[in-house]
């Protein structure tokens, strides 16, 4: 199975970007890699998915590596409404995990 | 509103009490899944089901049983529930795409409590 690792835990300033790191230098070339969050006292949400090239839409962009065995998430203007713990995983197939992630603190 | 629904939400039991935690999707997604969350762990997956009457382990299947009878609906059922069952559980569902481009969709979760 595909595994990833991520920091434990970032921090960021209201407004400023935050960049996520993900490593899966494991993935194999099919396997795309997603992104989900989950705020406090919340079920986990989707974020985005890509699968070589970058990827953006209105919660975020995705940068993916050339060599895909690491990706960024982008939180261009973080508020504190992003404040969570995000996750990377290779949903390859169905039986899946999620490890314990990144836990986001935005102060204001 | 596309949604997962778990129900309770809350619940507190004693040991050996059977209980079922429900879960339904009105998305008609095939895949359906439960997981656990427990502090510092992640969210570890206990069962999924790739569609009606089909159904496999995850990570963690011990003391846990499932059933896909009908395509909405994904019970999870602790036959004899134990203080380490305790426990925030979340149920998923997304379409099944051999791209792995398939994308969760999470209920709000139920706190479970065996005392």
């Known amino acids: 199975d595909a595994k990833t690792t991520q920091p434990n835990s970032m921090e960021s300033n209201e407004e400023e970007p935050v960049h996520l790191p993900c490593n899966h230098s494991t993935i194999s070339g099919t396997d795309y890699i997603h992104w989900y969050r989950q705020l406090p006292s919340q079920g986990p949400e989707y974020v985005i998915h890509g699968l070589t090239s970058n990827v953006n839409n209105r919660m975020a962009s995705l940068a993916i590596a050339e060599d895909r065995k690491s990706s960024t998430l982008i939180l261009h203007r973080a508020t504190l409404r992003d404040a969570a713990v995000y996750y990377c995983?290779?949903?390859?197939?169905?039986?899946?995990?999620f490890g314990a992630g990144t836990t986001v603190t935005v102060r204001a | 509103e596309a949604q997962v629904t778990q129900n309770p939400r809350y619940l507190i039991t004693v040991t050996g009490k059977k209980l079922t935690v429900t879960c339904s999707q009105n998305?008609?997604?095939?895949?359906m899944s439960w997981y656990r969350q427990d502090p510092g762990l992640g969210l570890r997956q206990i069962y999924y089901s790739m569609n009606v009457e089909v159904t496999d382990k995850g990570d963690v299947p011990e003391g846990y049983k499932v059933s896909r009878k009908e395509k909405r609906n994904f019970p999870l059922i602790l036959e004899s529930p134990s203080p380490n069952q305790t426990s925030l559980y979340f149920c998923?569902?997304?379409?099944?795409?051999?791209?792995?481009?398939?994308?969760?969709?999470f209920g709000a979760g139920s706190r479970l409590t065996v005392l």
């Open positions: 995983i290779p949903p390859r197939d169905y039986k899946l995990s």
């Open positions: 998923a569902s997304s379409l099944v795409r051999g791209s792995g481009a398939n994308v969760l969709t």
């Open positions: 998305m008609n997604h095939e895949y």
